[in-house]
């Protein structure tokens, strides 16, 4: 399967941004998709997170109330809305996917067996 993120672009402070990303190859049947992020000079960070057959999402705390993580099975695709966005949310966004039966830590980067190739993320003040 390969991952394709888009919906990335320039935004000012308070705007949104909703970023999508498509699995692509087969269907997807994996364990769940998530999105992590990398400004310049930081390490990755963890976003978000979906279980993909119950749609449970888990939101890293920093962002929650603003972003949400959501999926459409049909698609085969995961979604991040982004609203009131700030500077510090600049970032390398990327989607990630695992197909680990058990054992799945969401924030884990390590535990994503698929990557996308990112999509830039700039909010300007």
């Known amino acids: 399967v390969q991952l394709q993120a888009s919906g990335g672009g320039m935004v000012q402070a308070g705007g949104s941004l909703r970023l999508s990303c498509a699995a692509s190859?087969?269907?997807?049947?994996?364990?769940?998709m998530g999105w992590f992020r990398q400004a310049p000079g930081k390490e990755r960070e963890y976003v978000a997170a979906?279980?993909?057959?119950?749609?449970?999402?888990n939101v890293q705390s920093s962002v929650k109330g603003r972003f949400t993580i959501s999926r459409d099975i049909a698609k085969n695709t995961v979604y991040l809305q982004m609203n009131d966005l700030k500077p510090d949310d600049t970032a390398i966004y990327y989607c990630?996917?695992?197909?680990?039966?058990?054992?799945?830590?969401?924030?884990?980067?390590?535990?994503?067996?698929?990557w996308g190739q990112g999509t830039q993320v700039t909010v300007s003040s």
């Open positions: 990630a996917a695992t197909f680990r039966p058990l054992n799945w830590v969401v924030y884990n980067a390590a535990d994503y067996d698929v």
């Open positions: 979906i279980n993909w057959s119950a749609g449970v999402p």
């Open positions: 190859g087969r269907t997807f049947n994996g364990r769940g």
